[in-house]
């Protein structure tokens, strides 16, 4: 079984300033996807970014990056220029290629971001 | 013009009580979960059903009972509630037949057991 690792509990940053999340994973599948989502105080589950295990490219969302790497089972979440908003609970999420409703997604434990103006 | 929405948002009931929580998503997708978040806000699949059947079932005690009466819906009855049950229930959805898909998310029940 998939499982996923968030080893940072509590992260914080100053405003304008760059993060790092880390989050690391474990499977013996070949291709697969990735995500990291927002769960802000609103409980709101928000997709930030996603990446598939196939490119080699990071993706990028405007001020959000990944450094992904797949031999290291490696996937961090770069928030640059941090705003107030970007405070959450951040989960990186694992997920087979799997299709027809097995497409469940294996969560990390969660990291809470706090900015601080 | 909400994509998944969850009735209710809060529930607060006696243990031993029997509750339902339901999901509509108006997105189209075939496939729908129920995901628990427990007090640790750590976020666990329970159920996924697939145009109406059920696909995951992830050792979910069988006082919870999922049922989906169309592609669209997909509702949540507990029976006889224990403590433990408190949590905030996730809905989501997604297309089935897709690759590399969103899975989109209701806003969440937040159960309390008392």
């Known amino acids: 079984a998939q499982t996923v690792t968030q080893s940072q509990p509590e992260m914080s940053v100053q405003e304008a300033e760059t993060v790092t999340l880390s989050c690391t994973y474990d499977?013996?599948?070949?291709?697969?996807?990735l995500f990291w989502y927002k769960q802000p105080p609103s409980r709101q589950m928000i997709l930030v970014i996603r990446?598939?295990?196939?490119?080699?490219q990071n993706a990028t969302e405007n001020r959000f990056s990944v450094n992904f790497q797949k031999a290291a089972k490696s996937f961090s979440l770069k928030i640059s220029d941090s705003q107030l908003g970007d405070a959450a609970m951040y989960f990186c999420?694992?997920?087979?290629?799997?299709?027809?409703?097995?497409?469940?997604?294996?969560f990390g434990k969660g990291t809470k971001l706090t900015v601080n103006p | 013009d909400t994509a998944v929405s969850q009735t209710p948002k809060y529930l607060v009931t006696q243990m031993g009580n029997d509750k339902s929580i339901k999901c509509e998503q108006n997105l189209g997708h075939d496939t729908m979960y129920w995901y628990k978040q427990d007090s640790k806000k750590f976020l666990k699949i329970m159920f996924s059903?697939?145009?109406?059947?059920?696909?995951i079932n992830e050792t979910v005690p069988n006082r919870f009972s999922p049922k989906s009466p169309d592609k669209a819906h997909l509702n949540l009855h507990i029976n006889s509630l224990e403590l433990g049950d408190s949590a905030v229930y996730f809905c989501?959805?997604?297309?089935?037949?897709?690759?590399?898909?969103?899975?989109?998310f209701g806003p969440g029940t937040r159960l309390t057991v008392l």
């Open positions: 499977t013996s599948e070949s291709d697969y996807y």
């Open positions: 059903y697939n145009n109406k059947e059920l696909i």
């Open positions: 989501a959805s997604n297309r089935g037949e897709s690759s590399y898909n969103e899975q989109f």
């Open positions: 990446q598939e295990a196939y490119k080699q």
């Open positions: 999420a694992y997920r087979s290629l799997t299709q027809g409703g097995s497409e469940k997604l294996v």
